[in-house]
Nanobody
Framework: QVQLVESGGGLVQVGGSLRLSCAASGRTFSSYNMAWFRQTPGKEREFVAAIRWLGDMPYYADSVKGRFAISRDNAKNTGYLQMSGLKSEDTAVYYC?????????????????????WGQGTQVTVSS
């Protein structure tokens, strides 16, 4: 079992920045690829970014490329999403996810069905 807890969400103005954290417990976080997704009411969960278990090969959705940065600190069992240049369309609930069915996988994935553990989400609201 894995528990994922997101934090760091909140209200920010357009152009502002936030850093989301995802604290993991229960299994060896450092062996699994992780990702961030987001969701707004009435829409499907949308891929944001993913990173390999080693902390390399970051992969981003086109909508956030150049503005968001995904990282992880395996010693702290924590993943991060640094968000800058926020836009109103970034408003959503942000979820972190872990791909625990593929230990030390060489490939990060953008398909939400490939991730089997999810946090409860943290709300990010970007106001103008």
């Amino acid at each position: 079992q894995v528990q994922l807890v997101e934090s760091g969400g909140g209200l920010v103005q357009v152009g502002g920045s936030l850093r989301l954290s995802c604290a993991a417990s229960g299994r060896t976080f450092s062996s699994y690829n992780m990702a961030w997704f987001r969701q707004t009411p009435g829409k499907e969960r949308e891929f944001v970014a993913a990173i390999r278990w080693l902390g390399d090969m970051p992969y981003y959705a086109d909508s956030v490329k150049g503005r968001f940065a995904i990282s992880r600190d395996n010693a702290k069992n924590t993943g991060y999403l640094q968000m800058s240049g926020l836009k109103s369309e970034d408003t959503a609930v942000y979820y972190c996810a872990l791909d625990s069915r593929n230990e030390k996988s060489g490939f990060v994935k953008s398909d939400s069905t490939q991730y089997d553990y999810w946090g409860q989400g943290t709300q990010v609201t970007v106001s103008s």
